[in-house]
C-alpha cells in the first residue's frame, strides 16, 4: 500500500474478487440433493423469486426436465458460441429457459422455478444464484422479460422497481422478511445467517472470483513438467535429484513445425525413459509449462545463477531480495505480478525466503504515442526507433523521451524535440571544452553565485531523481548549464574554479540520463577513469542559504517590476518597497490604491481603486 499503484492493486484485488456472505441450500424437487447457493446478500432471501442456474453448469443438465430437454439443449448450444465478456454485459437482452423443475426458498419455503441462463457463470461460487430481481438489476431485466414475481424486500425509499424497471441496490430497512425486518443491511445478513446455521440450511462463506490456471502449454518453448507416466505406477514426479528435466538440443527448424502431435510428443528419444520407482518403461509428459510460471520467479535465480544444488541460494536471496524498484507496464498486473506475489508467499511458507512481497516498489511507466494516438501498424503512426537513434544518437533519444513527462504518464512523440536535445548537448560538450582551470582547482576560491547555482542544483537533482520526476531533473540541470554558460561569457570566465566545478557537476548528474554525453564532457574536463565511477556530488549546506529571492510585483494583476529581496524579509517593509518602486508608481499613474496584497517575499499585488 502506498508504494503500487492504486490501480495495479484493485485490479489484481477485483481478479481474486474476494467476497463474503453465506452458501445456502436450496431443496430442488425430485432431487435427494440440496442445491447450495452462494450469495453475498442473504439479507435477501425473502426476495429470492426464482433461481438461475448457469446454462453451461452440469446441474442444469442434470436437473431439466425431460419436457424441456429439447429447448435446454437448443439454448446451451447457443451459449456455447458465446464468450465470457459477452455474457456478463450488461448491455445485452436477458436470455433464458426454464429448466421444467422448482426449488424450495429455505426461508419461507416458496416454491420458485429454475431457469438456465447465460449471465450466469457455472466457475462463479456453485453455478447457481438465487434472484432477487427487486435489487439486481441483472435479475430485474431477467424477471420483466420472461414475467416472473418482484418482491421488494429492502425499504431504500425508491419506487417500487416491478414499475420503474430499476433495480434498488442501495442500503435500508429489511422490509417483507419476517424476523429480520425492520434490521439494518449488516444487521440483517448476521441475523439471517445465525437462522440458517441453526435450522442446518447455510452458513457463512466467503467465495473468490480467481480462476484456476492451466498451466500446460502444448509447445516446444518452455520448462518441461517434470511428470513421467507409467503404465504401472501412473503419475510419478521426477526425483529430486534428476531435476531440472531439460528439452532436447536436437530439436531445429522443422521438428518444430506443427504435424498434429506437440514438438515433444514427436521427439520419441526424449519421451520414453524408465519409471522412476519401478523403473519399467514410461514416458515424459510431453507438455511445457506456460512461460507466466517461469516469470513468477526467475529473479530469484538471478541472485545465484550458477547454483546447482536447488532452485536457488536462499542465503544469496536473502541478501539481495526482495527488489527494491520494479518498473514494468500496467498490462502485467493481474497475471506476471499477481502470480510473482502468489509464488513469493508459498516460498516464504516453505521457509525458502525471509520477506512476503517480491517487489517493495512499483512504477508502471506510460506509452509513447503518436498524435493522440497509440502507435499501431495498422493505423500507419509508426515511430521508428532505431531511424531516430541513428539519427539522433540514443543520448538524445533518451533525454528527449525523459524531459516530455513523468515517466507514468504516455507521451506524444509530435511533441518531443530531438532537436532541441541535440542544441542541449552540444552546449554540455562546449562548456566542458572550454574549462581552464585545473583539474583540482579548489571551487570554495570561485564565483560563489555560480557555486550556489551548483549545490542547489545538486540539492535538487538527489532529491527529484529519487521521487523519479527525471524530467524536472534535467531542467535543473539545463538552468544550471546555462549558468555555466554566462559565467564563462560575461563573469569570471573559464579559468574560475567555480566553473569547472559546474562543469564537473553537469557531467556526473547527466550521466544518469545521457551517459555517452557525460563520459565525453568528462575526458574533456581532463579526468580519467568513467564518470560512473566519480560518485555523486554532495550540496555544501551554507551554499544554499540563499541570500536573495525574487518578489515580483504586480498593479491590476499585470507584472510592472520586479525586486530582489532578502529572503526573511517582513511584510510592512516589502509593501513599503514595492509602494516606492518607479516602475511602479509610473503604472499607478496616481490613482488611488485600494487593495495591497502582500504575500513575502514572493509576491506582492497592487488592486488600483
Same mark, same amino acid.
Given at each position: ?70 429447448? &435446454? ?37 416458496? *416454491? ?131 531435476? +531440472? ?161 513523468? +515517466? ?15 542544441? &542541449? ?26 557555486? *550556489? ?81 566519480? =560518485? ?53 499613474? =496616481?490613482?488611488?490604491? *485600494? ?5 513575502? +517575499? ?8
Amino acid at each position: 500500500e502506498g508504494k503500487w499503484p492504486e490501480r495495479v492493486l484493485v485490479m489484481q484485488r477485483n481478479w481474486i474478487g474476494r467476497s463474503t456472505g453465506a452458501d445456502v441450500d436450496f431443496v430442488i424437487e425430485g432431487r435427494d440433493e440440496p442445491v447450495t447457493v452462494y450469495t453475498t446478500r442473504p439479507d435477501t432471501l425473502y426476495g429470492a423469486t426464482f433461481m438461475v442456474v448457469a446454462a453451461d453448469a452440469p446441474l442444469a443438465d442434470e436437473i431439466c426436465a425431460p419436457e424441456q430437454r429439447a429447448a &435446454f439443449e437448443a439454448y446451451r448450444e447457443e451459449v456455447s458460441r458465446e464468450s465470457e465478456i459477452e455474457r456478463l454485459s450488461t448491455e445485452r437482452d436477458k436470455t433464458g429457459v426454464f429448466l421444467g423443475r422448482y426449488a424450495i426458498n429455505p426461508v419461507n419455503g416458496e *416454491r420458485i422455478p429454475i431457469w438456465a441462463s447465460d449471465y450466469v457463470l457455472a466457475e462463479y461460487g456453485h453455478g447457481a444464484i438465487m434472484a432477487v430481481p427487486a435489487h439486481d438489476q441483472r435479475d430485474l431485466d431477467f424477471a420483466l422479460k420472461f414475467g416472473l414475481p418482484v418482491r421488494v424486500v429492502v425499504d431504500t425509499g425508491e419506487a417500487d422497481p416491478a414499475e420503474t424497471g430499476v433495480a434498488t441496490a442501495g442500503d435500508g430497512r429489511i422490509v417483507n422478511s419476517g424476523p429480520i425486518d425492520g434490521l439494518s443491511k449488516a444487521e440483517a445478513i448476521e441475523r439471517i445467517i445465525e437462522i440458517l446455521t441453526e435450522k442446518g440450511l447455510g452458513k457463512a462463506a466467503v467465495n473468490f472470483r480467481l480462476r484456476d490456471w492451466l498451466v500446460s502449454r502444448q509447445r516446444f518453448w518452455g520448462c518441461p513438467i517434470p511428470i513421467v507416466h507409467c503404465p504401472s505406477c501412473g503419475e510419478v514426479p521426477v526425483p529430486d535429484e534428476q531435476l +531440472p528435466v531439460r528439452l532436447p538440443d536436437d530439436l531445429r527448424g522443422a521438428d518444430l513445425a506443427p504435424k498434429g502431435t506437440s514438438p515433444l510428443a514427436a521427439a520419441e528419444s526424449w519421451v520414453n525413459t524408465e519409471c522412476p520407482k519401478c523403473g519399467g518403461a514410461a514416458t515424459r509428459d510431453t507438455d511445457t509449462m506456460d512461460t507466466f510460471v517461469d516469470s513468477s520467479w526467475y529473479y530469484f535465480r538471478y541472485c545465484s545463477p550458477g547454483y546447482e544444488d536447488g532452485p536457488f541460494d536462499v542465503e544469496q536471496v536473502r541478501k539481495w531480495m526482495p527488489v527494491d524498484q520494479y518498473t514494468g507496464g500496467v498490462e502485467h498486473a493481474i497475471l506476471h505480478l499477481l502470480y510473482s506475489r502468489f509464488f513469493t508467499k508459498v516460498l516464504y511458507d516453505m521457509g525458502m525466503v525471509d520477506f512476503t512481497e517480491p517487489f517493495t516498489r512499483l512504477l508502471n511507466q506510460g506509452q509513447v504515442i503518436l498524435n493522440g494516438k497509440a502507435m499501431s501498424k495498422s493505423l500507419g503512426n509508426m515511430v521508428d526507433l532505431g531511424e531516430q537513434i541513428d539519427r539522433f544518437g540514443v543520448d538524445v533519444v533518451r533525454l528527449a523521451m525523459l524531459f516530455s513527462g513523468p +515517466p507514468e504518464d504516455d507521451i506524444d512523440w509530435a511533441d518531443v524535440s530531438p532537436q532541441g536535445m541535440t542544441k &542541449f548537448l552540444g552546449r554540455v560538450h562546449r562548456i566542458a571544452a572550454e574549462v581552464t582551470a585545473p583539474v583540482g582547482a579548489d571551487p570554495a576560491a570561485g564565483a560563489q553565485d555560480l557555486r *550556489r547555482v551548483t549545490h542547489r542544483t545538486i540539492d535538487e537533482v538527489t532529491s527529484l531523481v529519487e521521487v523519479r520526476r527525471f524530467n524536472v531533473a534535467i531542467s535543473r540541470i539545463m538552468e544550471l548549464v546555462n549558468a555555466a554558460r554566462r559565467a564563462i561569457d560575461s563573469g569570471p570566465g573559464a579559468g574560475d574554479p567555480a566553473v569547472r566545478e559546474a562543469a564537473e557537476t553537469i557531467a556526473v548528474t547527466l550521466s544518469l540520463f545521457a551517459p555517452y554525453t557525460a563520459e565525453e564532457a568528462w575526458e574533456l574536463l581532463g579526468r580519467t577513469g568513467p564518470v560512473a565511477r566519480a =560518485g555523486w556530488p554532495s550540496a555544501d549546506p551554507s551554499l544554499l542559504v540563499q541570500e536573495s529571492v525574487t518578489c515580483v510585483v504586480q498593479v491590476a494583476g499585470k507584472v510592472r517590476d520586479r525586486l530582489e529581496v532578502a529572503p526573511d524579509i517582513g511584510e510592512g517593509e516589502l509593501e513599503s518597497l514595492a509602494l516606492s518602486s518607479a516602475k511602479v508608481k509610473e503604472a499607478l499613474g =496616481g490613482r488611488e490604491i *485600494r487593495k495591497v496584497v502582500v504575500r513575502p +517575499p514572493k509576491i506582492v499585488n497592487i488592486v488600483p481603486a
